[in-house]
C-alpha cells in the first residue's frame, strides 16, 4: 500500500512537473518529463498525446507518430483529432500521402462529422491533383455546416465562374459580411471573392476584395528599416565565395530553388520533378529552421557555426523523408536569404532563380493569402521594397557564385520553354528528357497556391496580368521603376 501511495506521489509529481515545462516552452526538457512519467505509469493517454505534440515542434515526426499510437492504444478520449494530428505529420513533414489519407479515413469513419478532417482530406486531394475528390470532401463539409467559412472558400477556388453574376460570388459575399466572423475566415472567403471576380473580368470589384483580405488577414507591420539592415548584414556576413570542401562521403545537396515567392518556383520544380531522376521535396522548413534554432543571432552566429556538423544534419533529415531520391529539389523561394549560408554548408550546391515582371509578381503576392510571418505582403508598395530588396542580396550571391545560380525567367519560360528547360536541366546536371516539357502530366505532390496552375499546359496569360489593374499599381509602377525594376 505505502509503494502504491508513494507511485502516486511520484506519478503526481512527474505529471505536474511535464505540464509546467510544456506550458513554458521548455520542449527538450517537457519531452523528457514525459518520457520519465510515461516509463513509470503507461496508461495515461493525455500525456502520451501532449508527448506527441512536444515530438512533433522539436521536429521529430517518427517518435510523435509513435506516441500518438501509444495514446490511441490506451483510450485517448476524441481519438479522431489523433488520427488528423498523425495525418498532417504523414502529409507535411514524412511526404507519405497515402498513409496520410488512411489516417484522415480513420479520423472520419470515428466521426464522420469532424470538419478538420474533412478539410484537410480536401487540402490532400488538391496537392495530389485530384480535383473532384477535392470538391467532394469540401462538399460534404458543407453539406453539414452550409456556412462553414473555410470550406466554402476552398471549395470556391475549384469552381468555374460563368461572369460576376455567378450564384457564388453573391453566396461568398452574403458569408464575408456576417457578423462575428473571425478575421482569418473572413480574409480566407475574400481572397477567394477575389479570385472569382478576377476570373469573370469584374476587375475593380475583384482589387477591392482582395484589398478588404489583406486588411482583414492578422499580419504584424512590415519594418523596411530593419529588412534593409538585415540584407546589409547577410551581404556582410559573406563577403567572399570562400573555399570550403564538401561533407566527405555525404550524398549530393538538393537543388536549391529561390526567389519571390509567386515568381514561377513552382513551375520550376514541377518541370524537373517530371525527369525521372529527381524527387520534389517542396518547400521544405529545414533552412529556416535551421536558421531560427541553432544560428541565432543570424547572420552573426553563422563565424562560429561549424559547417559539416550541419550539413550532415540536413542531409541526415533529407535522407529520413526521402530515402529513396536520387536528385531532390527543395523549393523553399524565401532561401534567398540564406544562400549564404547553403553554399557554406554545400559548397557545390546548384541554386535556381526564378524570377518574373516585378509588377505580375507583386500583384501576385498581393492576392495570396500568405503566412502572417511574411509582412510586406499585405500593401503593395511593402511587396516592392522587399522586392527590390531581393533583388539587391541576389546580386551579391551572384557576384560571388555565378557559375552556381541560374535565373530562370518566368516570362521568358513561358514563351519558349525547350531552350529554359535546357539550360535548367543542364544547370542541375542532368540530361535531356522530353518528360520535361510535358510537366504538366507528372503524378506529383504540389503543396503550394500553384497546385492546379502547374497542371495546364504553359499558358502566358499570367504574364502581363498587371495591366488589368493599372491604375492602383500606378505608384508601384512609377517607384519600382525609380528603383531601375
Not at 9 to 37: M, N
Not at 69 to 89: M, T
Request: proline letters at 7%; glycine letters at 4%.
Amino acid at each position: 500500500m505505502a509503494l502504491n501511495a508513494a507511485m502516486a506521489d511520484t506519478v503526481e509529481s512527474l505529471l505536474s512537473q511535464a505540464a509546467e515545462l510544456r506550458r513554458a516552452g521548455r520542449i527538450a526538457e517537457a519531452i523528457a518529463a514525459y518520457e520519465a512519467l510515461l516509463a513509470v505509469k503507461a496508461d495515461l493517454p493525455d500525456s502520451w498525446y501532449n508527448l506527441a505534440l512536444l515530438q512533433r515542434r522539436a521536429r521529430r515526426p517518427e517518435a510523435a507518430l509513435a506516441a500518438y499510437a501509444h495514446a490511441l492504444a490506451h483510450g485517448l478520449s476524441g481519438p479522431e483529432e489523433a488520427h488528423l494530428n498523425r495525418g498532417v505529420i504523414f502529409a507535411d513533414d514524412l511526404r507519405r500521402p497515402d498513409e496520410a489519407e488512411r489516417e484522415l479515413a480513420a479520423a472520419l469513419k470515428l466521426n464522420p462529422r469532424y470538419a478538420p478532417a474533412l478539410l484537410n482530406l480536401g487540402n490532400l486531394h488538391e496537392d495530389r491533383g485530384r480535383r473532384p475528390e477535392a470538391r467532394a470532401a469540401y462538399e460534404r463539409l458543407l453539406a453539414l455546416q452550409p456556412d462553414h467559412p473555410v470550406a466554402l472558400a476552398r471549395a470556391a477556388g475549384l469552381h468555374s465562374v460563368t461572369g460576376p453574376d455567378d450564384p457564388l460570388i453573391a453566396r461568398l459575399e452574403a458569408t464575408h459580411a456576417r457578423p462575428g466572423l473571425d478575421p482569418v475566415s473572413r480574409a480566407e472567403l475574400l481572397f477567394s471573392l477575389g479570385r472569382l471576380l478576377d476570373a469573370a473580368g469584374a476587375y475593380d470589384r475583384a482589387f477591392a476584395r482582395y484589398q478588404a483580405a489583406n486588411a482583414a488577414a492578422p499580419r504584424a507591420r512590415y519594418d523596411r528599416v530593419a529588412h534593409e539592415a538585415l540584407i546589409d548584414q547577410l551581404i556582410a556576413a559573406f563577403p567572399a565565395p570562400g573555399a570550403l570542401t564538401p561533407v566527405p562521403g555525404a550524398r549530393l545537396p538538393p537543388v536549391f530553388i529561390v526567389g519571390m515567392f509567386r515568381s514561377g518556383s513552382t513551375l520550376v520544380e514541377q518541370v524537373l520533378a517530371s525527369h525521372p531522376r529527381v524527387t520534389s521535396g517542396g518547400e521544405l522548413d529545414l533552412i529556416p529552421a535551421m536558421v531560427r534554432h541553432q544560428l541565432s543571432p543570424y547572420p552573426q552566429a553563422i563565424a562560429a557555426a561549424d559547417p559539416a556538423a550541419l550539413a550532415k544534419a540536413y542531409l541526415a533529415d533529407l535522407a529520413a523523408r526521402f530515402p529513396d531520391a536520387d536528385v531532390l529539389t527543395d523549393k523553399r523561394p524565401d532561401n534567398f536569404l540564406h544562400v549564404g549560408l547553403i553554399k557554406r554548408l554545400f559548397p557545390d550546391a546548384r541554386i535556381v532563380h526564378t524570377r518574373r515582371d516585378p509588377l505580375d509578381n507583386a500583384l501576385s503576392v498581393f492576392f495570396l493569402h500568405l503566412s502572417g510571418a511574411m509582412p510586406y505582403a499585405a500593401d503593395l508598395m511593402d511587396i516592392g521594397h522587399y522586392l527590390a530588396q531581393e533583388r539587391r542580396l541576389t546580386a551579391h550571391w551572384r557576384s560571388l557564385w555565378p557559375d552556381d545560380i541560374l535565373d530562370l525567367d518566368y516570362d521568358a519560360f513561358v514563351r519558349d520553354p525547350r531552350p529554359h528547360t535546357q539550360a535548367l536541366l543542364a544547370h542541375c546536371g542532368l540530361d535531356w528528357n522530353d518528360a520535361c516539357l510535358a510537366f504538366h502530366q507528372a503524378d506529383s505532390n504540389v503543396r503550394t497556391a500553384s497546385v492546379w496552375q502547374v497542371r495546364e499546359p504553359l499558358y502566358q496569360r499570367s504574364s502581363g496580368r498587371w495591366r488589368n489593374y493599372a491604375a492602383p499599381l500606378a505608384p508601384l509602377k512609377a517607384w519600382l521603376e525609380g528603383q531601375g525594376l
